[in-house]
């Protein structure tokens, strides 16, 4: 069996696989605070092939190495921050924490995010401050997700009247509430489940914490302004036409192993 089969075939699926990731990331280029993802390849395991003649001097010494192929592990999250975009609608909100250190714990870049309460009260957690009022009078996101505050309870506010400080909500009666702001100093223990929503997969007292309870303090939220995606459209679509180049690339190959077998089987192998 010609073993490049698999080999141009696994490059078919992780190209696949990859553009997949690709188009997500342009379909997701105008959405508020979305953190694109970078696929990551990754080879098979290597093996080792022995000489199989136990007849011979060399017996069962080795020949080298062989791959298989590659294949699209998973899509990381990239965390660099969007653009900022002034909207001037008082419950738009966008976290700027380009200022936070590198984590000495973990050695790399924190991560600030807002915290949301999904329909069965669990916490999840996002960077899209595209947020609104309901007619109960909580504060949501776009998809109905509840902002909680730093007691992980809906925020619930009387009107859309409001002024911020500091990430503290006043409201036009004197009431006050802090938003809840987690932080986290691993942020590739956050798994995208769609909608610019991010669960936490890592161990669960490492999970984002109130960043009042920690020494970062530099960082501020804007009100009235939203945190653009991280997707460079103009690298996405090179990406995305490069990727396409590399499955004809290996379709090609595919094409001309057929029609090796195809000669092999009906010109080579024929009986006269």
Same mark, same amino acid.
């Given at each position: *069996?010609?073993k490049g089969l698999y080999t141009a075939t696994s490059? %078919?699926?992780?190209?696949?696989?990859?553009?997949?990731?690709? +188009?997500?990331?342009?379909?997701?280029? @105008?959405?508020?605070?979305?953190?694109?993802?970078?696929?990551?390849?990754?080879?098979?395991?290597?093996?080792?092939?022995?000489?199989?003649?136990?007849?011979?001097?060399?017996?069962?010494?080795?020949?080298? &190495?062989?791959?298989t192929g590659v294949y699209t592990q998973e899509g990381?999250?990239?965390? +660099?921050?969007?653009?900022?975009?002034?909207?001037?609608?008082?419950?738009? *909100?966008?976290?700027?924490? @380009?200022?936070?250190?590198?984590?000495?714990?973990?050695?790399?870049?924190?991560?600030?995010?807002?915290?949301?309460?999904?329909?069965?009260? =669990?916490?999840?957690?996002?960077?899209?401050?595209? /947020? &609104?009022?309901?007619? $109960?009078? /909580?504060?949501?996101?776009?998809?109905?997700?509840?902002?909680?505050?730093? #007691?992980?309870?809906?925020?619930?506010?009387?009107?859309?009247?409001?002024? %911020?400080?500091?990430?503290?909500?006043?409201?036009? $009666?004197?009431? #006050?509430?802090?938003?809840?702001?987690?932080?986290?100093?691993?942020? @590739?223990?956050?798994?995208?489940?769609?909608?610019?929503i991010f669960a936490w997969s890592g161990e669960e007292?490492?999970?984002?914490?109130?960043?009042?309870?920690?020494?970062?303090? #530099?960082?501020?939220?804007?009100?009235? /302004?939203?945190?653009?995606?991280? !997707?460079? *459209?103009? &690298?996405? %679509?090179?990406? *995305?036409?490069?990727?396409?180049?590399?499955? @004809?690339?290996?379709?090609?190959?595919?094409? &001309?192993?057929?029609? =090796?077998?195809?000669?092999?089987?009906?010109?080579?192998?024929? !009986?006269?």
């Open positions: *069996m010609f490059g %078919m699926m992780a190209s696949e696989r990859k553009q997949q990731y690709l +188009t997500n990331n342009l379909s997701n280029a @105008e959405t508020p605070g979305f953190k694109q993802d970078v696929a990551a390849l990754r080879s098979f395991p290597e093996y080792l092939l022995k000489e199989r003649n136990t007849n011979g001097s060399q017996a069962n010494s080795s020949v080298g &190495t062989l791959q990381i999250p990239s965390f +660099t921050s969007g653009a900022l975009k002034e909207t001037g609608k008082v419950t738009d *909100m966008a976290l700027v924490d @380009e200022g936070l250190p590198v984590d000495e714990e973990t050695g790399k870049k924190g991560l600030l995010l807002f915290g949301v309460q999904l329909d069965d009260n =669990s916490i999840r957690y996002t960077r899209n401050g595209n /947020f &609104t009022v309901n007619e $109960d009078g /909580f504060l949501t996101t776009s998809e109905g997700y509840r902002v909680v505050n730093e #007691q992980l309870q809906p925020i619930q506010l009387a009107s859309e009247s409001f002024s %911020m400080e500091n990430g503290t909500i006043i409201e036009e $009666d004197g009431n #006050q509430q802090n938003l809840w702001i987690g932080y986290t100093g691993d942020p @590739e223990q956050l798994t995208q489940e769609g909608n610019g007292n490492a999970a984002p914490q109130n960043v009042e309870t920690t020494n970062f303090n #530099q960082f501020s939220v804007k009100q009235g /302004f939203l945190e653009g995606s991280n !997707v460079d *459209m103009t &690298t996405t %679509m090179t990406d *995305m036409l490069n990727t396409y180049r590399l499955y @004809e690339a290996n379709q090609r190959v595919l094409q &001309t192993y057929d029609q =090796s077998i195809d000669k092999a089987v009906n010109d080579i192998g024929r !009986v006269y």
